[in-house]
T-cell receptor, first 114, second 112 residues
Framework: DAGITQSPRHKVTETGTPVTLRCHQT?????MYWYRQDPGHGLRLIHY???????DKGEVSDGYSVSRSKTEDFLLTLESATSSQTSVYFC?????????????FGPGTRLTVL | KQEVTQIPAALSVPEGENLVLNCSFT??????LQWFRQDPGKGLTSLLL?????REQTSGRLNASLDKSSGRSTLYIAASQPGDSATYLC???????????FGQGTRLTINP
């Protein structure tokens, strides 16, 4: 299994509070991704990173920000959590080039916003 | 906008059968297509990746095909086992190989 950890694994918070989720990899992969998974919507890309300090938006980026100060860490921040952000959040990593585009997923973080 | 569809949403078959899972996508300009499995409460596990220039990929009892012109991919599972029970997701890349659009998955149950 790819070395990807996510923390916390479960979190309950209240509307309006800031929340930061962390993804950590030990594979030295260039690309890192944040997805959310919701019933009826499937998995959707929030943001991704193609290098240290290099990030780009995905399909559902509103209300989320990301940062990557080190190759191994990718942080997802909800500046002011809302109930619509209750979801399961997955981090993924991939290399680059023809042999490297396979994405490997972390175990997920279940976030509940009350 | 790329849309990915998987039909059926759920499938139940007896152990030992060969089966095919379907995935269709609306935009044929993809870089690759990936198949994953997801067990309940777990993350996704990569099964196969097919490059846009390839027609199929095989891994053990799994074979995935890609037909860009018709916007379809299939995942063939041979000699199914109860341990194959999971949700299977396909994902097509867009705007570069790194951005994936997922289907909603097919929940597969293999009955002993």
């Amino acid at each position: 299994d790819a070395g990807i950890t996510q923390s916390p694994r479960h979190k309950v918070t209240e509307t309006g509070t800031p929340v930061t989720l962390r993804c950590h990899q030990t594979e030295n992969h260039r690309y890192m991704y944040w997805y959310r998974q919701d019933p009826g919507h499937g998995l959707r890309l929030i943001h991704y990173s193609y290098g240290v300090k290099d990030t780009d938006k995905g399909e559902v980026s509103d209300g989320y920000s990301v940062s990557r100060s080190k190759t191994e860490d990718f942080l997802l921040t909800l500046e002011s959590a809302t109930s619509s952000q209750t979801s399961v959040y997955f981090c993924a990593i991939s290399g680059a080039g023809i042999e490297g585009w396979t994405q490997y997923f972390g175990p997920g973080t279940r976030l509940t916003v009350l | 906008k790329q849309e990915v569809t998987q039909i059926p949403a759920a499938l139940s078959v007896p152990e030992g059968e060969n089966l095919v899972l379907n995935c269709s996508f609306t935009d044929s300009a993809i870089y690759n297509l990936q198949w994953f499995r997801q067990d309940p409460g777990k993350g996704l596990t990569s099964l196969l990746l097919i490059q846009s220039s390839q027609r199929e990929q095989t891994s053990g009892r799994l074979n995935a095909s890609l037909d860009k012109s018709s916007g379809r991919s299939t995942l063939y599972i041979a000699a199914s086992q109860p341990g194959d029970s999971a949700t299977y997701l396909c994902a097509a890349s867009i705007q570069g190989a790194q951005k994936l659009v997922f289907g909603q998955g097919t929940r597969l149950t293999i009955n002993p």
